[in-house]
């Protein structure tokens, strides 16, 4: 029986509360990931995804509940206790890459590593060397504007990974992707998942990603309707 990595209890998220325009984005939500699992987490637009996945990680706060992390209450945390914790915990991908368009390639990919206090040799040597890994060793000094979209997305990928967080987040990562690329960043998901039994929580609306996982949670209306 594999070990939680990540419990939420009882997480409720309401924006504008106490407003006329109070939004119940998540109701209740209690759910076990465990340590090297792939799951994707589902459902219609509204019904709390995005919410969920932020508050996973640590970008957004609940109302009321906990989330644990290897057993650690983040939801206690300072915003400066919060920011060391991602920095050294959480990898994000994103549907638009949020890349530095001034920066290159081998650049983008070294700033997390800066923000952890590596040296810039060995930064640089880190970075070339996932870059190399995801296939892009020959695209290390190119600004993201050189590069594809899919390109552009192994460099994000890269960058999540390169501090070999113990959770990596996804929302949306192929949103913007063809099929054959996408096709391409799932196997790299899986081969990552398989080889360094890294956890990956993956929001996405496409069915077919969802296959690809070992579990898929949909929620509804912010509540979870199935965990299978």
Known sequence: MRENILVLKDVHKIYG???PNEVHALRGVNLQISKGEMVAVMGPSGCGKTTMLNICGGLDSPTS???QINGVDISTYSDGQMTTFRRDNIGYVFQLFNLFDYMSALENVMVPLLA???SYPEATRRATMILREVGLGDRIYHSPPELSGGQQQRVAISRALVT????ILGDEPT?????VTSEDLMDMF??????NRQTLIIVTHSEWIGEQC????RLRDGEVVEDC
Do not use: V, Y
């Open 175 to 179: 949103g913007d992707l063809d099929s």
């Open 214 to 217: 070992e579990r898929i949670i």
């Open 116 to 118: 952890q206090g590596f």
């Open 65 to 67: 509940g906990t989330i």
């Open 17 to 19: 509360e106490g407003t």
């Open 190 to 195: 899986k081969r990552i998942n398989t080889d």
């Open 164 to 167: 070999q967080p113990a959770i």
